[in-house]
C-alpha cells in the first residue's frame, strides 16, 4: 500500500505509523494475558481507542486470542449492546458464523441467507432482539467455547450507566464474574462516571478491573517521532517547533497529529519548515472549522459562551467559581455560572477533571481564543514560555 500521509487521524494506525505507547502497550497486554479485565482511562482524544486496537493487533494478543472491539457511544439500551456484540462476533468470526448463529437461539428465525452462497447474513435489526439478558447469555456461551480465549473491548463503557433499563450495570457483572475464557477492556473518556463504577465500593464493578490510565505521550518521544516521520519521506521540519506544537496542545494526540497530516501534506519534498509554516496551516484548520464551530456558539445562551469563553482564555480552570474568576471574566452569578458550567459539561463542549474545567477540542479552544481577539501566535507565545 501507498502510504500518502505518515500522520494518521484516525485510530487504526498501522504499527509503525504508531507513536510510543511502549510500556502502556505492554502493562494492557500483561494485564489481559494474566486473565484480568482491564479499566482503561484517558481524557478526550489521547489514544484510547489507539492503543487498544494497537495492542489487538500485536502478536501476543493476535496469535493468541480473539479479539472484539464494540464502541457503545451512540446506544441507549441493552437491546443495542447485544446487537452490536453480536454483529462484532459473528463479523469476527466469519468461517464459524454459522455455528454462531445457531448458539443464538433466541433469534432463530430472525436470520436471512444470501440467495447466491446461502451463507447466513446478520441483517436485522436490534429490535429483533427481545430478550437481550438471554440473548447476551447465548453471546458470550458461544466465547466461552472458542478454542482460543477471547478479549472483549466495550469503548466508552460509561454509557451503560445512562441505559434505560437499570440494573445494566449489576446485571453485566454478574455475567463477566462466571466467565473464564473471556475477558474485558472497558475504556472511556468520562472519568469520574468510570472511576465511580470501578473505585466506589458499592458499586457493581468496584475492584473488578485492573486500572490503566493513559497521559500524554511523553513531549520529546513525540517529537523525535514526528521529525523521524517527515525525514522518512525526504521531508524536514525543525524540531523546536514541534515542541512548540506539543505545548500549544498540551500533548492531546489528535491535535497535534491532525496538524502535522495538513503541514506534512503542504511541504515539499526536501522543504524545511518550522513555526511559521505550522502557524499557518493551524490558522488554516482553525478557518475551516469556523462554520462548524459558529453553530456550536450560537446554540448556546449568552451566559453558557461566555463561561465558554472564559475558560477558553484562561485554559486549565481550578476554581471557576472563585470570585476572582468571576470579577475577572465578568461573569456574574455564581448560580448562573454553575448552571452553565454544568450545561457545558453535559454538551461536552467541557470537561473537568480532579476540579478543574478545560476545553477538550484544542482548535475550538484556539479558535475561541482567536475569535476573542487572541491570535494564535500569542497562544502559541504564551503556551511556549515559562517554563
Ligand atoms: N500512539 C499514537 N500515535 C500516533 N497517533 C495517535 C496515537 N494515539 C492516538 N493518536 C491520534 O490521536 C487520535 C485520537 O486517538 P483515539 O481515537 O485513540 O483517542 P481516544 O482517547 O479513544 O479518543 P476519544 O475519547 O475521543 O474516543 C487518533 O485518531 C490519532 O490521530
Ligand atoms: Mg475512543
Redesign the pocket.
Known amino acids: 500500500m501507498q502510504i500518502v500521509n505518515p500522520f494518521?487521524?484516525?485510530?487504526n494506525?498501522p504499527a509503525e505509523?504508531?507513536?510510543?505507547?511502549i510500556q502502556e502497550s505492554e502493562e494492557l497486554i500483561r494485564e489481559v494475558t494474566n486473565g484480568n479485565h482491564l479499566l482503561l482511562m484517558?481524557p478526550?482524544?489521547?489514544?484510547?481507542?489507539?492503543?487498544v486496537n494497537?495492542c489487538f493487533a500485536s502478536k501476543p494478543l493476535f496469535n493468541n486470542y480473539n479479539t472484539f472491539f464494540i464502541d457503545i457511544y451512540d446506544t441507549s439500551s441493552l437491546q443495542e449492546l447485544c446487537f452490536k456484540m453480536g454483529k462484532e462476533v459473528f463479523e469476527k468470526t466469519k468461517g464459524k458464523s454459522s455455528k454462531f448463529l445457531e448458539t443464538l437461539k433466541s433469534l432463530r428465525g430472525e436470520f436471512t441467507y444470501d440467495p447466491v452462497t446461502m451463507s447466513p447474513k446478520f441483517a436485522f435489526s436490534f429490535g429483533q432482539i427481545h430478550n437481550p439478558e438471554h440473548t447476551l447469555d447465548e453471546i458470550l456461551e458461544y466465547l466461552e467455547h472458542l478454542r482460543k480465549p477471547c478479549l472483549v473491548a466495550i469503548?466508552?463503557f460509561q454509557q451503560i450507566a445512562e441505559y434505560e433499563e437499570k440494573n445494566v450495570e449489576a446485571l453485566l457483572r454478574s455475567k463477566i464474574q462466571r466467565l473464564t475464557n473471556t475477558h474485558f477492556i472497558f475504556s472511556g473518556?468520562e472519568r469520574h462516571l468510570l472511576g465511580q463504577m470501578f473505585h466506589s465500593p458499592a458499586r457493581p464493578f468496584y475492584r473488578s478491573a485492573g486500572t490503566l490510565v493513559?497521559k500524554p505521550?511523553e513531549r520529546n518521544t513525540y517529537v523525535h517521532f514526528a521529525e523521524d516521520l517527515f525525514s522518512r519521506y525526504d521531508k524536514r521540519i525543525d524540531p523546536e517547533s514541534i515542541t512548540g506544537l506539543y505545548n500549544l496542545m498540551e500533548g492531546y494526540?489528535?491535535f497535534m497529529?491532525?496538524t502535522l497530516n495538513e503541514l506534512f501534506s503542504a511541504t515539499e519534498k526536501r522543504a524545511l519548515v518550522g513555526t511559521t509554516e505550522l502557524n499557518a496551516t493551524l490558522n488554516h484548520i482553525l478557518d475551516a472549522e469556523s462554520v462548524g464551530f459558529s453553530t456550536i456558539l450560537a446554540q448556546l445562551t449568552k451566559g453558557q459562551r461566555a463561561v465558554l469563553a472564559a475558560i477558553a482564555m484562561e485554559g486549565n480552570v481550578k476554581n471557576a467559581l472563585s470570585q476572582d474568576f468571576l470579577a475577572r471574566n465578568r461573569l456574574g452569578a455564581v448560580s448562573s455560572v454553575q448552571a452553565a458550567l454544568r450545561s457545558l459539561l453535559k454538551k461536552q463542549l467541557i470537561s473537568r477533571t480532579e476540579g478543574t474545567y478545560y476545553i477538550d477540542d484544542k482548535f475550538l479552544e484556539l479558535w475561541i481564543r482567536r475569535s476573542y481577539g487572541k491570535s494564535l501566535e500569542e497562544s502559541w507565545q504564551e503556551r511556549n514560555t515559562g517554563e
Open positions: 494518521f487521524t484516525t485510530s494506525i505509523f504508531f507513536c510510543d505507547r484517558s478526550r482524544r489521547l489514544g484510547k481507542t489507539g492503543l494497537h469503548d466508552e473518556s493513559l505521550i494526540t489528535y497529529q491532525r
